[in-house]
């Protein structure tokens, strides 16, 4: 098991948790807003913000982590952007959200925001060629399987 510290920054911060766990648990622990925000309705200027949470975490320099939307807010439009966080940042996790709804969106204090997911880091090297081998899928992208 990864240990990874946590700091409060705010007094509303949470430490991230897991709402199930064991065998069948959660693949990303919950992260909570701090303080009130507002998402205007998409396509006004506030439909995106950075969502404070009020904590900044130390991950040890093998691993760091996926911010995801949460499914319950996803499917009523409100999506998560941007979530990266690198082993060495220690500032405060700010969750990017963005409204795709005709009508703002309030987030409260305490509410689930997001999902973080710990990922194990591997660096690659990259090395540049003239040609790429060929592969059955080839160069064919979004909608390649026609359905």
Known sequence: ??????????????VPRYAHLGEYGDLAAD????QDARLASAGEA???????TGIALEFPP?????????SGLAVRGVTTLAGVIDPGYRGE???????????PVEIKAGDRIAQLRIVQ????S????????????????????GK
């Open 1 to 14: 098991m990864v240990s990874i510290k946590v700091k409060k920054l705010h007094p509303a911060g949470q």
């Open 93 to 103: 996790i700010k969750i990017v959200m963005t409204n795709l709804n005709a009508a």
């Open 126 to 145: 990259f090395e540049q060629v003239a040609e790429l081998r060929e592969a059955a899928r080839g160069g064919a992208g979004f909608g390649s399987t």
């Open 46 to 52: 506030g439909s995106t913000a950075a969502v404070p």
């Open 62 to 70: 093998t691993h760091g982590a996926l911010v995801e939307d949460r």
């Open 121 to 124: 880091r591997i660096e690659a």
């Open 31 to 34: 992260l909570y807003a701090c």
